[in-house]
């Protein structure tokens, strides 16, 4: 902790009992200026301002060592405000009220069909996040995962591949403007990376890498703690690199890209293609576990694909952990294995060796609501060391 007058040092202050408290759960200021090296004074105006801004509940006395005076417990809010996470995909777009511990409910989420044009998606997206603001404790921020490139600097979105209504718009900034809520856009799978980090498998790894091929093919790095967000915020675009020069084409211009052969999508193309009429992934996990389909040679192919992107992913970041998010799981009962042997089939030996391979959910609502936390918790200030 540090004591003084300057603005930065308020600024650490807050930003560190925030994060003491999120790794402690119910504290006391007792226990807070013990745990941070903060004094009383300076943990009593931190706590005071966290309070006032909306990101601690206070719950009740309590004395936790059994001796002294009961001093008040507090908490990361859970009911005194809420942020919002929104996730817009190519079928669907999610809007859900989270607490500020990045907990949700299933329940509360709002899903709604994927309009094909700008205003009508701004429009639709407007009216369930004004629905969930109006319903919960004060907003303090939103988060939107987008399935494209964003400009990092202006918050523009340069490519959406399989949304292209999205092209060039600059969807956080007319959501702010309609709503007055401070809003933070990331890529999908930028944002599903953070969450992971934040809250699920890979919670305090390192060294991670995210492959997500639920819709199109979206990669994501951890690197050194840091989310890897490259010069302009859209690194990871491992999705299209080209494996197959006379193949398809992408949706970026090129033939032949990992997004063409190596995702849910275009297995479900291929099945289409081969059933003579348009399937979806849900559909084909249905004809599958009724038996009305034999996809063996299909998803084997694709599992060969993907294995080639997620050993370039491990080749080329030598993450500790790698987290797979695919349906194709969901369709085979060996898909799992069959993709980890031949990630280890291609992959540099000692990098792969050493190298976990998890199934993961891909939840890109639980990450909308991780770029809405993260904004928020840098809005505070800087972060330090104050372990
Ligand atoms: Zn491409």
């Known amino acids: 902790m540090r004591s003084g007058k300057p603005r930065l040092i308020r600024q650490l202050n807050d930003r560190s009992v925030f994060e003491a408290i999120e790794e402690m759960g119910l504290s006391s200021r007792a226990q807070l200026s ?46 005194s405000s809420q942020v919002i996470g929104v996730a817009i995909d190519c079928r669907f777009c999610q809007v859900t009220p989270a607490a500020i511990d990045g907990s949700y409910s299933r329940e509360k989420v709002i899903t709604i069909k994927t309009p094909t044009d700008y205003p009508s998606l701004l429009r639709e997206v407007l009216k369930a996040i004004r629905h969930v603001a109006d319903h919960g404790p004060k907003t303090l921020a939103m988060g939107i995962g987008i399935p494209g490139m964003v400009d990092s600097r202006d918050g523009k979105i340069l490519l959406a591949p399989n949304l292209h209504c999205l092209d060039g718009r600059r969807i956080g900034f007319d959501i702010e403007l309609e709503t007055g809520i401070k809003s933070y856009v990331l890529h999908e799978t930028l944002a599903s990376c953070l969450a992971e980090q934040s809250y699920g498998l890979a919670k305090k790894r390192e060294h991670l890498v995210l492959i997500s091929v639920l819709e199109g093919y979206a990669c994501s790095a951890v690197v050194g703690g840091q989310l890897l967000e490259g010069h302009d915020g859209m690194a990871g675009e491992m999705g299209h690199i080209p494996v197959d020069v006379n193949g398809a084409l992408c949706g970026c211009g090129n033939r032949g890209c990992l997004e063409t052969v190596a995702t849910d999508q275009s297995l479900a193309r291929r099945i289409s293609e081969r059933l003579g009429r348009k399937i979806e992934i849900e559909e084909l996990i249905e004809l599958v576990s009724s038996s009305k389909i034999d996809i063996t040679a299909e998803i084997a192919d694709t599992l060969n694909y993907l294995a080639i992107g997620v050993a370039g992913a491990v080749n080329t970041f030598n993450p500790e952990l790698v987290l797979v998010a695919t349906r194709m799981f969901d369709l085979a009962p060996n898909a799992f294995d069959d993709l980890i042997s031949l990630v280890r089939q291609r992959s540099v030996r000692p990098l792969v060796n050493r190298c976990q391979i998890v199934r993961s959910a891909g939840d890109k609502l639980q990450g909308g609501v991780a770029a809405a936390l993260r904004g928020l918790k840098n809005s505070l200030g800087p972060t330090m060391n104050w372990k």
């Open 34 to 79: 013990r745990i941070t090296g903060g004094s009383a004074p300076t943990m009593a105006k931190a706590v005071r301002r966290l309070r006032e801004l909306g990101l601690l509940d206070e719950v009740g006395l309590s004395s936790p060592d059994g001796a002294g005076r009961p001093g008040r417990m507090f908490r990361i809010a859970k009911v």
